[in-house]
């Protein structure tokens, strides 16, 4: 005589599930802190349209300066002939901070030795594009950056 096994559900199988389960969430609670301190935060972008970065006699010619412009750091030259130039400041490669080299008469991303000239346009090493430029006025005594074309 032949003994049917019916599908019934123990009790051991309730507790596999309820402990596999917790063990499941247990993990989650784990993996879930670690995930998000991984990912950068969330920033809104700041949105100005101009900075006042100082007075005329306040930057010596053949010097630079790096300034805040919003969220965004921005490189401002002023040039052996008196002339500004503004441009972003962050390197179209790998997103490193770019410097002005009075030595090269360039503008250098000391990353991976990427180069480009005073209007930002990429010269040598590997950066893909040029720099964004910004336009600069003076208004009387004053050197002011803003987005857009020169004035």
Request: hydrophobic share 40%; with cysteine; net charge positive.
């Amino acid at each position: 005589m032949e003994i049917e096994h019916k599908s019934v559900s123990t009790r051991r199988d309730f507790l596999n599930t309820v402990i596999g389960g917790g063990f499941f969430a247990w993990f989650l609670g784990i993996l879930y802190p670690i995930f998000t301190f991984l990912q950068p935060p969330k920033s809104k972008e700041v949105k100005i349209s101009q900075v006042v970065i100082g007075k005329v006699e306040d930057m010596a010619k053949d010097s630079s300066k790096i300034i805040k412009f919003g969220d965004k750091p921005v490189i401002v030259i002023r040039k052996a002939s008196g002339e500004y130039v503004a441009l972003t400041a962050i390197c179209t490669h790998l997103d490193c901070t770019v410097q002005y080299r009075k030595d090269f008469g360039q503008i250098y991303c000391a990353c991976h030795n990427g180069r480009y000239d005073l209007n930002g346009k990429n010269v040598s090493g590997p950066p893909p594009a040029p720099l964004e430029k910004f336009a600069i006025t003076l208004r009387g005594d004053d050197v002011v950056v803003h987005k857009g074309k020169e004035a």
